[in-house]
């Protein structure tokens, strides 16, 4: 259970190290689909967590942040939803001693993004970089993603996913329905 409670709360909020949160966020910028391509902690756990998460849709309704992750956990895509209150211009706090802040993002192509949680007593902090975008990386927003991170040492680069590409389809059918 534990595992699983980790596996969610890594796959849907980012993690940023304290402070450093972007201070002329837009969050009404922020809302739509993001593919997960890189993660960046200083614990390894991070990194072994048995469902990986490929993609989010987040929308923005008032002060809340709706968040729908989708996981390929052994070749199966499930899904997860929470919701967070807004915390401060940039982050968003989520059930279960959880918080999300955006450290850096242009809306149109990537966003990186810092999940701080509390969990078995500790302290817990991973920095996530997702883009719009199925293909590529975004090479701008990758060398920031790298330069914030140099001194964490441990890396993930996603693999494409038939997950992430399934929830972008399926939330923008929805979202053209609403």
């Known amino acids: 259970m534990e595992s699983s409670t980790l596996s969610i709360v890594l796959g849907i909020l980012a993690v940023l190290p304290a402070g450093g949160a972007l201070a002329d966020f837009d969050q009404r910028k922020i809302g739509g689909f993001w593919r997960e391509v890189g993660v960046a902690s200083d614990k390894n756990l991070a990194l072994k967590t048995p469902r990986r998460a490929e993609g989010v849709f987040l929308t923005v309704n008032g002060s809340n942040l709706i968040v729908k992750v989708v996981f390929n956990n052994s070749g199966s895509c499930e899904t997860e939803t929470t919701v967070g209150s807004e915390s401060d211009p940039a982050g968003f706090a989520f059930p279960g001693h ?81």
């Open 98 to 178: 959880r918080e999300m802040h955006v450290l850096d993002t242009d809306y149109v192509h990537y966003a990186i993004l810092r999940l701080s949680l509390l969990w078995r007593g500790q302290d817990f902090h991973v920095i996530k970089y997702f883009t719009r975008s199925l293909e590529n990386e975004d090479e701008l927003g990758f060398r920031k993603f790298r330069e914030m991170t140099a001194d964490t040492g441990l890396y993930l680069v996603a693999r494409h996913g038939r997950c992430a590409k399934l929830l972008k389809e399926v939330s923008g059918v929805s979202s053209l329905l609403s």
